[in-house]
């Protein structure tokens, strides 16, 4: 009977617990419980529960809760499994946890605002994790977090305090406006932020100096890679747009808009072994801080060694398929060293790589290098450059300087980059010169944009332009833009892979696909084989082979 028992407990199933859903509901009487029927409307209920593994959490939509003190922000202390993620969420209804919000559309979402006061702690969120993994977070509006003078309470926050790494967090479709600090993902591996927009970050009276997205180890090497930002669209903030800084590795920025920006639109510093790939970056006359002539550079690579004495190398870098129009630098490139002058004790864009990018009428130069040294290595190929209205195309610092005929450092590497005015020095090495014919012709500076007016084909080169066909294959990276709307929601880039080419100088190639190679046709042999279709034995006389005429 024993054997019998521990048989049957053998062949039963064991049935993982349900994880449980919880509402909260700012305008629902106090007392609830969590549940649809009496949710919780405050978060001192929410903070002094004991979750499970994989529960979730949903806000009411549309309705919005206002932090009343420093520790009144939702700490996420509890996480979920691969299969059973946490949630914190939006709900329209019991059960309902899809409130139909659009990406970067505000309205449709649960609402969390730090009413411009809260918290006034650095580097606390309206949201925020540590040490935990698999947790989505989607479908709020988070707003209003810090105060004048906090530089860095911001809007999501994974792993703050540097604890033990967490992995596998989504934040997707969030609305986050006006906050002093963004979304911060640090020591954290396998995340993906996407599909978000953030808005005044920074906004003028915050003395915030925090990013909209920043992917950062802090100071913990190896412990923030694999992470993904894409599809986010980031406007009109004080600060930066989307970065990777202090030691983040292998992570990748694609497929985002990055606009009216203060300082550096998209940045890696510090950090190794990171791609930038299909994104598009301009200023338009509307933003906050364009105007005022702090518009900075589109993409930047530095270690900012003079900010901090653990800096680490930026080197192996891959930055390509890139469209940037308009701002003050297109791509600049930095070995910024500490204060002690000329030693470095990092080393940056070693062994990096900058090619099939687009670069459009930078009111400075396109292309800048900063505090450079001829030991450092650097390769740009099939890069479009044009300038229209007074900017250069090369511009270049070194240590002791300006550099030579304001060429590029000794160590960078031009080839078959497409200018549309004559350039010198290395930078004319196999260079094409000509108009490329882009299907915009003019007003790309910030001054002659607004919101929207670049969706992406702008910088498409038209029939007849010397770019068609005229870039080198680079091994590995092959695809190249056929199609895209940076304006769609969410945001949509068509990529087609050449592996054999031809390859396009810039971020397009609208070649399209040659048909296949027909088969040629049977070649039919052998004994007996008659090509008129008569077959063995057949006379094409009339007669029969062998028989007598």
């Given at each position: 009977m024993r054997k019998l028992l521990l048989i049957l407990l053998v062949l039963?199933?064991?049935?993982?617990?349900?994880?449980?859903?919880?509402?909260?509901?700012?305008?629902?009487?106090?007392?609830?419980?969590?549940?649809?029927?009496?949710?919780?409307?405050?978060?001192?209920?929410?903070?002094?529960?004991?979750?499970?593994t994989g529960d979730d959490l949903y806000f009411k939509k549309n309705e919005t809760y206002q932090l009343q003190s420093d520790t009144d922000y939702l700490d996420v202390d509890w996480g979920g499994t691969e299969s059973d993620p946490v949630v914190i969420g939006c709900y329209d209804g019991d059960g309902d946890f899809d409130c139909g919000s659009t990406p970067y559309v505000d309205g449709n979402r649960a609402i969390i605002d730090g009413q411009k006061s809260y918290p006034t702690i650095n580097y606390r969120a309206l949201v925020q994790t540590n040490g935990q993994s698999h947790i989505i977070i989607q479908q709020l509006?988070?707003?209003?977090?810090?105060?004048?003078?906090?530089?860095?309470?911001?809007?999501?926050?994974?792993?703050?305090?540097?604890?033990?790494?967490?992995?596998?967090?989504?934040?997707?479709?969030?609305?986050?406006?006006?906050?002093?600090?963004g979304i911060g993902v640090y020591r954290s591996t396998n995340c993906l932020v996407t599909e978000n927009y953030e808005t005044n970050v920074g906004y003028p009276d915050y003395g915030g100096s925090g990013a909209a997205i920043e992917?950062?180890?802090?100071?913990?090497?190896?412990?923030?890679?694999?992470?993904?930002?894409?599809?986010?669209?980031?406007?009109?903030?004080?600060?930066?747009?989307?970065?990777?800084?202090?030691?983040?590795?292998?992570n990748i920025m694609e497929y985002n808009v990055v606009r009216n920006i203060r300082a550096a639109h998209l940045y890696v510093a510090s950090s190794p072994s990171n791609t930038v790939r299909y994104n598009l970056v301009y200023d338009t006359s509307d933003g906050l801080f364009t105007q005022d002539g702090t518009s900075s550079s589109g993409i930047v690579v530095d270690i900012e060694e003079w900010r901090d004495a653990k800096a680490f190398n930026t080197n192996d870098e891959k930055i390509y398929g890139n469209l940037v129009a308009g701002v003050r630098r297109g791509i600049s490139i930095g070995c910024i060293e500490a204060t002690d002058g000329d030693s470095y004790t990092s080393t940056c864009y070693d062994g990096s790589e900058v090619f099939n990018n687009t670069i459009v009428d930078c009111t400075d130069q396109n292309f800048a290098f900063w505090a450079a040294d001829s030991s450092r290595t650097i390769t740009l190929k099939n890069n479009l450059s044009v300038i229209l209205s007074g900017g250069a195309q090369v511009f270049c610092a070194s240590t002791t300087g300006t550099c030579p005929s304001q060429t590029s450092p000794a160590g960078v590497t031009w080839d078959h980059n497409l200018f549309n005015t004559t350039v010198t020095g290395n930078a004319s090495n196999n260079a094409v010169i000509g108009d490329p014919l882009l299907a915009k012709t003019s007003g790309w500076q910030w001054s002659s944009l607004s919101p929207g007016?670049?969706?992406?084909?702008?910088?498409?080169?038209?029939?007849?332009?010397?770019?068609?066909?005229?870039?080198?294959?680079?091994?590995?990276?092959?695809?190249?833009?056929?199609?895209?709307?940076?304006?769609?929601?969410?945001?949509?880039?068509?990529?087609?892979?050449?592996?054999?080419?031809?390859?396009?100088?810039?971020?397009?190639?609208?070649?399209?696909?040659?048909?296949?190679?027909?088969?040629?046709?049977?070649?039919?042999?052998?004994?007996?084989?008659?090509?008129?279709?008569?077959?063995?034995?057949?006379?094409?006389?009339?007669?029969?082979?062998?028989?007598?005429?």
């Open positions: 039963i199933p064991i049935q993982a617990i349900a994880s449980t859903s919880y509402y909260f509901d700012p305008t629902a009487a106090g007392g609830g419980n969590g549940s649809y029927a009496t949710p919780w409307n405050s978060m001192s209920q929410v903070s002094s529960h004991s979750f499970s509006k988070l707003e209003n977090a810090g105060i004048t003078g906090t530089q860095a309470a911001g809007a999501v926050y994974i792993n703050p305090d540097s604890v033990s790494q967490s992995t596998d967090i989504t934040i997707k479709n969030n609305y986050c406006y006006r906050n002093s600090g992917i950062s180890s802090l100071d913990h090497l190896g412990d923030c890679n694999n992470n993904t930002v894409s599809k986010n669209l980031i406007e009109n903030c004080k600060n930066e747009g989307i970065g990777f800084y202090k030691g983040a590795e292998n007016d670049l969706s992406g084909p702008e910088f498409k080169p038209q029939s007849g332009s010397p770019a068609i066909d005229a870039g080198l294959n680079i091994a590995g990276y092959t695809s190249q833009i056929t199609g895209a709307n940076f304006n769609a929601s969410p945001i949509s880039v068509t990529l087609t892979d050449y592996p054999d080419g031809p390859v396009w100088i810039g971020a397009w190639n609208i070649t399209p696909t040659p048909p296949p190679t027909p088969a040629p046709a049977t070649q039919h042999t052998g004994v007996g084989y008659d090509p008129h279709g008569g077959g063995i034995g057949y006379n094409p006389n009339g007669g029969t082979i062998g028989a007598t005429q």
